[in-house]
């Protein structure tokens, strides 16, 4: 493993970082979709970004 690598090796590496402040609502909808999808909010916030992708102008 090279110095100061950590982690699995991945086909897809997230190299960039992100802070959200939300209120209350957002918390629920959040903590919700992550039980029922079985996931984490990191994977939630990127399927909720990848959606954006539609409503972009050409």
Do not use: F
Request: hydrophobic share 25%; aromatic share 6%; net charge positive.
């Amino acid at each position: 493993m090279e110095k100061g690598k950590r982690g699995p090796k991945t086909d897809n590496p997230k190299p960039y970082r992100m802070a959200v402040k939300y209120d209350e609502e957002c918390k629920h909808i959040l903590d919700a979709y992550c039980e029922q999808e079985n996931v984490n909010k990191m994977e939630a916030a990127r399927r909720g970004i990848k959606k954006l992708k539609d409503d972009l102008k050409k």
